[in-house]
């Protein structure tokens, strides 16, 4: 019998957080989104998601928010206009959640992490990101770490305004798109699986595609002419001078374009299922926009 049956949801509004809050309430895991307002989760989330409100700056509300939870999922992120010295979700945020967690006991947490998290580069975002699942592994609270390549979502919201796409730099390697919702139904898994406890996976889709490659096919599949603008990255980072979030959405996309993405996700997909949805598939599920 699987002893999680009532799972705990931070960042369940995110882009992210509710494709896999939805997938673990499809999968009959009684779901609670620990969420900083209410009114704004109850109107993305389903009825049958509960909302309390919680804030990873406030352990007490976080304590309060875990009491009774079986399992706990974080899906949190570094706010695209975040500086270094600011107070992150990912690492006070993180080490307040992790130390409500071992005082209420929970049986795993599960983390959504990024397979570009060992990238080379040099990045003050990437340093946190390593924190955070050091603190993960420390923290006795048996653990499942989601590595994930390019979601298929940040088509959707990140770089959809009708046929027109807005490219930061040039891609050099191919990546497995993913959809939130294969992505989910693997947390599902992980969260009724005994041995993903301890473990990391590397969470990947279907098909490699380029970065344009994925945003032309997106766009031809809603759209019959997608119109693709590039930006040098060159040219977003000295307009990153001026403003925080250019240059954090350059140095993002810098490190997402350099990284050598190869197949990892074999042992993924056989513990975990195997992601389906194409590109295609995932655009017939989002409403046409407005240019
Ligand atoms: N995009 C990709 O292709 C991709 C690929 C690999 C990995 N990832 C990783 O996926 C992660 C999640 O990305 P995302 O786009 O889903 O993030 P997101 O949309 O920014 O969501 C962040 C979530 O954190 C919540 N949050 C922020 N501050 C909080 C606080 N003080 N207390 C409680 N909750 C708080 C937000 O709630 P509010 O609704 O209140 O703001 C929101 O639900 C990121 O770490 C990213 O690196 C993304």
Not at 152 to 159: C, F, G, Q, V
Request: glycine letters at 8%.
């Amino acid at each position: 019998m699987n002893p999680i049956k009532k799972i705990a949801v931070v960042g369940a509004t995110g882009m992210l957080g509710i494709p896999v809050s939805v997938a673990l309430m499809e999968a009959g895991f009684e779901v609670t989104a620990l969420a900083r307002n209410i009114e704004q989760a109850r109107r993305v989330l389903p009825a049958a998601i509960r909302v309390v409100a919680a804030d990873v700056r406030d352990e007490e509300s976080l304590r309060a928010g875990l009491r009774g939870q079986d399992g706990l999922y974080l899906s949190l992120s570094v706010a695209p206009g975040a500086r270094k010295g600011d107070l992150h979700t990912e690492s006070q945020g993180l080490e307040n959640v992790l130390a409500a967690a071992c005082e209420e006991k929970i049986a795993r947490v599960a983390y959504l992490s990024a397979m570009v998290h060992d990238s080379p580069r040099r990045w003050w975002v990437l340093d946190v990101w390593r924190q955070a699942l050091a603190r993960i592994k420390k923290s006795g609270i048996p653990y499942t770490i989601f590595y994930p390549t390019n979601f298929m979502e940040t088509l959707a919201e990140r770089h959809g305004t009708g046929s027109l796409f807005v490219m930061l730099g040039r891609a050099f390697y191919p990546n497995y798109w993913i959809a939130g919702s294969d992505f989910g139904r693997q947390v599902a898994r992980a969260f009724a699986e005994p041995r993903a406890a301890n473990r990391e996976y590397y969470i990947q889709g279907p098909e490699p595609l380029t970065y344009d490659g994925a945003a032309v096919r997106y766009a031809q599949a809603l759209h019959r002419s997608p119109f693709v603008v590039r930006v040098p990255l060159w040219l977003a980072r000295i307009g990153g001078v001026f403003s925080n979030s250019l240059r954090f959405n350059a140095n993002i996309m810098g490190t997402v374009l350099s990284y050598p993405e190869e197949f990892k996700a074999g042992q993924t997909w056989s513990e975990l299922g195997r992601p389906t949805t194409t590109i295609e598939e995932f655009a017939a599920g989002q409403a046409p926009r407005k240019v």
